[in-house]
């Protein structure tokens, strides 16, 4: 039976309904830059006592500026958003503390920002408000007799790992352990396994949302059907905060892993590429893969280091196999880095891990629909040849798409994206040593880099790599299903309490 829609009251204190307390309220502050910037209505802090009040009505703690873990449950992943400081954070134990802390926020005018992972590639996951966050909540709990899978809203990539491993099971899933499991699947999910079993929000079978009204609210296939539908792919952070999820599983099989790397400047790597990319265009559904074009700086090319070719992912089949798919690229020239081994799921995947430290960079995408044509290669290397180089890295990267996500219909799930073969990012990476003319050259190259490649693309964008830059973001992210998340979004939160830069308007 649905769990039966729940309100939390604030105790001494009525909540303040009306369109001019909405009006007033927002959960994140619009996009942040390197300082972060106020996207919204400036505030006046609660004086100490609504904090003490805030405070008693959590089972989680409440942290302030003064406390001792306040820094550490502050830090983004993206540290351009770093100087963007809370007055609070809400640790939330369960439901009804994020309820609470939803209705404090409306009551008091307190702009908030919920976090899972805090991985947000524009800092939304960050405010001067109040804090939402749910890394108290990170419970995973498998179900052998359904195959299904549920995590609190909290969960990392890294305890949804451990579950499923002990399982001999699998989702579709990211490389980043410390990925917040909620964001990664509300944008849809992308992974190694997509090809073959589609994207991680098409296994996401019922979800529990806290709405702007301080409802509890089960989601599945007879329970709010609409707003299960826009949490596959709809972005975080539009609708409420979601507080678990279950998961459709599949068994774990065995698996080829692979690393291979091109740095040979002899033949070009425009050469290996050109070959490499419609190779794996052409490869079966079980092989998933990410290929970068890696920059070099100028002082790397000064000493005749050219655009490097990386390439990682999986097949679900043997070496031989492997080879076989690759066999045009290696035509033409033999990578000079090779590591493929034949594991089980769990160790392979332990092999492809990703787990680089906070950094600052800025990530911008589009989807393909099939390989880049010689033309667009020539763009591509000329572009990535004439980077101005930072402390960092560039690259121009692709992960494969197809298969099984395109054999769901656009309409199918709030994630429009069902044509692609390609999603192509351009990718930049600095320091916190790179100067301010540094990073402004480099900004602009990309930028330019990625107008240049658009004529190419679909003009689409994939809503998890988060772009604070782009033009019509609402057509690139949403696409034709627009227009229904924004009915969904005007019924569940009418005021907008829920509202950042990039965030779904009501109808």
Request: hydrophobic share 40%; aromatic share 10%; charged share 20%.
């Amino acid at each position: 039976m649905a769990p039966v829609p729940q309100r939390t009251h604030l105790g001494r204190r009525r909540f303040l309904a009306g369109s001019a307390a909405l009006a007033l309220t927002g959960c994140r502050f619009g996009f942040p830059e390197e300082v972060a910037s106020s996207g919204q209505e400036a505030f006046a802090p609660p004086g100490e006592s609504a904090w003490r009040h805030l405070a008693a009505n959590l089972s989680g703690p409440l942290l302030r500026p003064h406390d001792f873990d306040f820094a550490k449950f502050n830090a983004p992943y993206n540290l351009r958003y770093a100087r963007t400081r809370p007055h609070g954070i809400a640790l939330c134990a369960t439901s009804k503390d994020v309820a609470t802390a939803i209705l404090w926020c409306r009551e008091l005018r307190v702009p908030f920002a919920a976090r899972s992972g805090g991985h947000s590639y524009a800092g939304y996951s960050t405010t001067r408000g109040l804090l939402i966050d749910l890394s108290m909540m990170r419970s995973a709990h498998f179900d052998p007799s359904t195959g299904g899978v549920r995590i609190g809203g909290g969960a990392r990539n890294q305890d949804l790992y451990d579950t499923l491993e002990r399982a001999n099971a699998a989702i579709t899933h990211g490389r980043c352990p410390s990925v917040g499991a909620a964001g990664f699947l509300l944008g849809g999910g992308i992974g190694f396994n997509m090809r073959e079993h589609g994207l991680a929000c098409d296994q996401l079978v019922a979800s529990e949302m806290v709405t702007a009204d301080g409802k509890i609210v089960a989601l599945g296939a007879t329970d709010n059907p609409d707003l299960l539908w826009a949490c596959r792919g709809g972005g975080g952070g539009n609708f409420g905060i979601n507080t678990a999820f279950t998961l459709q599983a599949f068994p774990a099989q065995p698996l080829t892993v692979f690393k291979l790397r091109w740095t040979a400047r002899s033949p070009a790597p425009e050469s290996v590429f050109a070959a490499l990319m419609p190779a794996l265009d052409r490869a079966p559904d079980g092989f998933g893969s990410r290929v970068s074009l890696g920059a070099a700086t100028p002082a790397e090319r000064s000493a005749g280091k050219d655009v490097t070719i990386s390439l990682i992912g999986q097949l679900t089949g043997n070496r031989k196999a492997l080879d076989e798919i690759l066999a045009a690229a290696y035509a033409v020239g033999r990578p000079q880095h090779i590591d493929i081994r034949e594991t089980g799921y769990w160790q392979g995947q332990k092999f492809l891990e990703e787990n680089d430290p906070p950094g600052y960079f800025q990530e911008r995408s589009t989807f393909l629909v099939r390989p880049l044509s010689a033309q667009a290669l020539g763009v591509a290397f000329e572009w990535l040849r004439h980077w101005p180089g930072t402390g960092a890295a560039a690259d121009l990267r692709f992960f494969q798409t197809g298969g099984r996500i395109n054999a769901v219909a656009p309409t199918a799930t709030a994630f429009v994206h069902r044509d692609s073969r390609w999603i192509m990012d351009v990718g930049l990476n600095w320091t916190a040593a790179d100067s301010p003319i540094v990073l402004r050259r480099n900004r602009e190259w990309q930028d330019a880099f990625y107008q240049a490649m658009l004529p190419f693309s679909t003009r689409g964008a994939y809503q998890n790599f988060v772009d604070p830059s782009l033009e019509n973001w609402q057509q690139a992210y949403y696409g034709s299903n627009l227009a229904r998340l924004r009915r969904i979004k005007s019924r569940v939160d009418p005021g907008g309490v829920f509202r950042f830069a990039q965030g779904i308007q009501p109808a």
